[in-house]
């Protein structure tokens, strides 16, 4: 009898070897998990990368911005006309933003980066000429604006209008 037990008990121990491997229904549900999870991932992976192409918006508007308010102090006015004036080394046109510069009057520049990717907001910069009250001196004041969805903004009026947040000179501005 011990014999016939320990030939049946290496038996079993022989088929439990010859017994790796997955089911058919274990490889499903575990591709099924997979696929699931990347559904979940890929559109926040999307996200992120537009977030990232627009962070080049967003430095360069401010960057524009910046050297508005530095010609202001050095030469008194502000560059109305080309980008290149500015001497910042910024691209008119680069893979995902136009750039570009308007005057809007005497006291008022707007600095503007227009997607040329329709899932991309548009950026615009204003920097404006303002007198402090305490002592009448002029200075430049300067504003960020974020287009609320990802429409093209053409004029400030419209991207100011249409923008959640402004922010500027600490100064942030919800609409």
Do not use: W
Not at 74 to 87: C, N, Q, R
């Amino acid at each position: 009898m011990k014999t016939e037990f320990k030939a049946r008990f290496l038996q079993h121990l022989n088929q439990k070897k010859l017994d790796k491997g997955f089911t058919l229904i274990e490889l499903l549900v575990v591709i099924i998990i997979i696929g699931i999870l990347s559904a979940i991932a890929l559109p926040s992976f999307l996200n992120q990368a537009n977030k990232a192409k627009q962070s080049e918006a967003k430095q360069y508007a401010g960057s524009m911005n910046r050297a508005q308010q530095a010609k202001y102090a050095e030469a008194g006015g502000f560059v109305t006309d080309t980008i290149d004036k500015l001497g910042i080394g910024i691209k008119t046109q680069t893979t995902n933003y136009d750039y570009r510069v308007s005057g809007i009057s005497n006291s008022n520049v707007a600095n503007q980066g227009i997607p040329r990717v329709g899932a991309l907001k548009a950026y615009t910069g204003s920097v404006v000429l303002g007198v402090v009250a305490s002592t009448s001196e002029a200075t430049t004041l300067a504003v960020l604006c974020e287009s609320k969805g990802t429409q093209i903004t053409e004029l400030l009026g419209e991207a100011v209008s249409n923008n959640p947040v402004c922010t500027g000179n600490g100064i942030e501005v919800s609409k």
